[in-house]
């Protein structure tokens, strides 16, 4: 089928550019010597994920209990799951997906240790434990590499863990000194780190410069209009997913309204939402819920309703976020539709 | 099951509340002398739309197509679909739909109105068609009163569409003269009127004064913070849906993590993003993809890892939009679980 044939929007993805930017990752990481453990949070699609795995990602990571659920459904054998899984219905589930899947998970307290120590030993498994660090982003983490210490002892004495090392997140130069910090503490305390974990993407050679043996890059897989926009020159062939709409109304000769608002594009400033290929002079300025606003005064087109256009999402996780389906297409023929299957697995 | 057993995060509806509030808008729609259609983008659950239609709605309005087939699937048998139907495989879905409901759509172009006209032709069925007006927001719709006569003579005359009225949105005293001259223009044409759609939640006296027969209120069934912040009093009570979240991290004395970010709540700025019900002084004023953090420096609670808040969404339509399933709970018990039937519906 020709993508002129799919209804609209439709969420599409362009698989050489997808299988060239998840090429390119693998080999750079291989260039720098860090190990790749994609973050699946862009595209939350197995069939991606195995994509990833295949080109030499050591794993994935999933921000969600019930992403990793659906990935290790999916097939997906080594999670990461940087997030503190907390409440005994959690626990439990975690604990059933060790028994399928290699399953590490980061933690920054005690509180949350405790929890999954205490069902890891009921359900006689063990759980591989990162203690999360904060080390700028003020979000989760321990405050102190002595925290580090501290958490990483108390842990390694619970029964049903296994301490496995060390994250962050982001991970940059301001990150080095508390990382360093935390491995001489943690090796002077006679404990082995293997895992010094560290993300996304454009950090890569700064994780590997601070330490970090894996990094958790995600967005490079779509390679979003947000890092490019801060790049010299916007180069839309870089960007794998395109959301294809419908021209729905040409009220006036300087706007134009397509089918996909904010429920379809997301609806997180700011403008312009996203790129309209081909059309460089024309500005998606708007969204409400379920129409797009295009300013088209400064574009000699004339549009027509029935038109349709392919946008590159601003947002592209979060846009892949609100869509069930994923078209793969390739010269503009749709080669299979993925299903999104960690889309909504907030829990 | 008492919400304490819920896994996190849950959205849940108050039934008591939602009852008390689609009550509320039926009387005094009654008491204006205005029908109620309302719009179900708010929810997007057709066991809602049937409350709503229960209490005296006399017919649904879905903005989108694919929410239309959800809530006809669901039994709801009277819709009107207030947008731009356009392209073939869509306009083929609509007259499916036709066989099955009474529906009506709305449209502000000739060519719009030529694919229905043509695919109802071949189906052989009549489509009930209002003209969208553009009565002030620069969104969809014709841009005078003579452009809606010219339109609607356009429609009249084209087979398989049946010409009802006008709609347009918002309604307030802007669009008076507007819709004024348009049903003159219709009347001295000799074109019957019978439907004069405008919305939403909080305009119902101000459509009954320019003129309209139908008010389209779609918010008022969750009662949302953004309505509810702009009146002298923030009333908590009197909104029916409720995020349950868990505290997953205290890093610092100032700063607590939930288990709910951009993904669970949307992204939308303005902060606070939602209101954390009896805690007043905490705010949340960050959200990354799968974190909500939220500022309680000015708290005397002390928070744990483990606790579980109730948050109100600052965007109620939008959050729900990014979730499968509402579980209705009636003093703090759940009594069903809902499936959000026309999120993701988009196209």
């Known amino acids: 089928m020709h993508i002129s044939e799919l209804d609209t929007p439709a969420l599409t993805v362009d698989l050489d550019v997808l299988e060239r930017n998840i090429n390119n990752m693998a080999a750079l990481c291989r260039e720098i010597g860090i190990n790749l453990r994609v973050h699946t949070k862009t595209h939350k699609a197995p069939e991606i994920a195995k994509m990833q795995v295949a080109a030499g990602s050591q794993g994935i990571t999933c921000q969600k209990l019930g992403e990793a659920e659906a990935m290790v459904d999916a ?5 990461l799951i940087p997030y503190n899984i907390v409440g005994k219905r959690k626990v439990r589930r975690l604990t059933q997906l060790v028994k399928r899947a290699k399953m590490t998970v980061a933690l920054d307290s005690e509180t949350t240790a405790e929890g999954i120590s205490e069902q890891a030993q009921a359900d006689g498994c063990s759980m591989r434990v990162l203690i999360e660090m904060d080390t700028g982003s003020r979000r989760c983490g321990v405050q102190s590499p002595q925290a580090v210490l501290e958490l990483a002892q108390k842990v390694t004495n619970m029964p049903g863990l296994d301490f496995q090392g060390i994250m962050t997140y982001p991970s940059n130069v301001r990150a080095k000194p508390f990382i360093e910090e935390a491995v001489d503490l943690l090796s002077e305390a006679g404990m082995p780190i293997n895992i010094i974990s560290g993300g996304g993407t454009g950090s890569e050679q700064a994780s590997k410069d601070i330490g970090c043996t894996e990094t958790r890059s995600g967005s490079y897989v779509y390679e979003g209009m947000t890092r490019i926009s801060g790049s010299a020159t916007l ?18 000769d300087d706007r134009i309204i397509i089918d996909g608002g904010a429920k379809t594009f997301t609806s997180y400033p700011p403008t312009p939402y996203g790129h ?6 024309i500005k998606i300025h708007g969204m409400s819920v379920e129409h797009g606003h295009i300013d088209v005064s400064e574009s000699q087109h004339k549009f027509r309703v029935g038109e349709r256009l392919a946008v590159i999402p601003l947002h592209q996780g979060m846009t892949s976020n609100l869509h069930n389906e994923l078209v793969a297409v390739r010269n503009e023929q749709v080669e299979a539709v993925w299903q999104i299957a960690g889309r909504g697995k907030v829990k």
């Open 75 to 79: 097939g997906l054998e080594d999670i």
């Open 235 to 252: 180069n839309p062939e870089r960007c794998a997913l395109r959301m294809i709409v419908t021209v729905v109304s040409t009220p006036t």
């Open 276 to 281: 309209v290929v081909g059309h460089p002079d």
